[in-house]
């Protein structure tokens, strides 16, 4: 059973900084693409980060130079490192976790799961 955990969002004025985290749970052996979204009220769901196991980044073109994804790969964590906030930040930000690798037993073979999410967190930038 792979599960995702987020943290770290709040209120904060516009300028102001959030670091969000995300930790995948379980005998997890990889993870290969880990991600974050976000959903302000009244509209879809859209990417704002991904990063891939080899490191490899890629934004969303409204907060490039704003926000930094990292991963730490001995942890199964994520993290959302956001700064410069505008008042159009304000969502609920998601977790996302793909194609993992994981056991499901001490005596089964690795089994592969696909597109894992976490609960949510509230970021609300004020102006």
């Known amino acids: 059973q792979v599960q995702l955990v987020e943290s770290g969002g709040g209120l904060v004025q516009a300028g102001g900084s959030l670091r969000l985290s995300c930790a995948a749970s379980?005998?997890?052996?990889?993870?290969?693409?880990m991600g974050w979204y976000r959903q302000a009220p009244g509209k879809q769901r859209k990417l704002v980060a991904t990063?891939?196991?080899?490191?490899?980044?890629d934004y969303e073109d409204s907060v490039k130079g704003r926000f930094t994804i990292s991963r730490d790969n001995a942890k199964n964590t994520v993290y959302l490192q956001m700064n410069s906030l505008k008042p159009e930040d304000t969502a609920v930000y998601y977790c996302?976790?793909?194609?993992?690798?994981?056991?499901?037993?001490?005596?089964?073979?690795?089994?592969?799961?696909?597109?894992?999410w976490g609960q949510g967190t509230q970021v609300t930038v004020s102006s």
């Open positions: 996302n976790a793909d194609r993992i690798k994981y056991s499901s037993g001490p005596y089964a073979l690795p089994k592969w799961g696909s597109n894992y």
């Open positions: 379980g005998s997890i052996f990889s993870i290969n693409v």
């Open positions: 990063i891939a196991s080899g490191n490899v980044a």
